[in-house]
Each structure stands twice: as C-alpha cells, then as structure tokens.
C-alpha cells in the first residue's frame, strides 16, 4: 500500500521532494492545479515520489510491486513505471484520456488494468499492451473478480478482465 498527500503549493512540493531526494511526476504538466505526494514503505525506509496534476478532480493512482521494485502511478493521462531501486522513471505511458485508477490483475506477473475515461487496458511490468477495449465515456465502473462493469451511455457493459472483450 501507500498514502497520497496533497501539498497546497508547487514550491512546497519541490522543497519537499528536495529534502527527501524525491523524484517529481509530471514536469511537463501544462496547467499546474494540484500537487501530490506519495508515500510508501519500501526496504525498512520511506519512499516518496512527488505529482504535479492537472487538477481534473481525478486523484493519482498507483499499484506497487514490492517484490518487482516497482511502482506504477497514474495521473492525468500519464502512467509512469518508477524502479524504487534507483528511483528512477522506467518507462511512461501517454493514454487517450485521463485515467480514472489502476488495478493490480495479477499479483505473480504485475499485469494492472487501466481503467480511463475512454477505455480499459491491460499492460504488462514493461508497460506493453496486453488488450485494449476503446469506448465513449465511461460514465461508471466496477472491477470485479473476472471482469470489469461498464457503464456507457447509460448501458452496462461487461468485460473480461483476461480478455478485454465483451460478456453476454
């Protein structure tokens, strides 16, 4: 697991990540509304990992992989793969629209759903597409054991979480 904190101003977060020898997600960021810390336990000693957001309401995400030495963080549209070794960003991954949460799918091989305004996926560690299903808006959503429910234009859609395709 980890805590999210929310820091009221962009100096705060860099003096803050400073001191912790933090690294900062979303640099690039255009409109800087919202700034965000994550805190996890790794190794017996505290990780940080500064956000700057766009402030769209959505709050980051992540899924850590203790074991991989890994965590993943989306915010925004961005999904980035950080190495909690060298705290360094492994790869990014720029989604068609902003991602609503991560979900871990399978603990052994790390594979996570990403569950956005515009779609579901399923990527691998390495931040390889494994499915993808494209939609309108996803209006609600409820992950569950095998699949993820949809809600659509008022419609409930029902997709295989190994799959990506479409329940009757």
Known sequence: GYSLLEIDTESELREFCA???????????????????IELEYRNEIKRIGIINEGH?????ATVLLEMDLI????DEHICFVDLVSNEI????????LVYELYLSNLDTGDTVVVCE???????????LIWKYDC????DY??????IDLLINGKNIRISKNTGKEKI
């Open 19 to 37: 001191r912790n020898q933090a690294i900062i997600l979303g640099e690039l960021v255009e409109n800087k509304m919202k700034y965000y810390i």
């Open 57 to 61: 309401g959505i709050k980051p995400s």
């Open 72 to 75: 993943i963080v989306a915010s």
């Open 90 to 97: 492994l790869h990014e991954i720029i989604c068609d629209s």
């Open 118 to 128: 515009l779609g579901v996926m399923r990527i691998t560690v390495n931040g390889e």
């Open 136 to 139: 309108e808006v996803i209006e």
């Open 142 to 147: 409820k992950i569950k054991q095998d699949t």
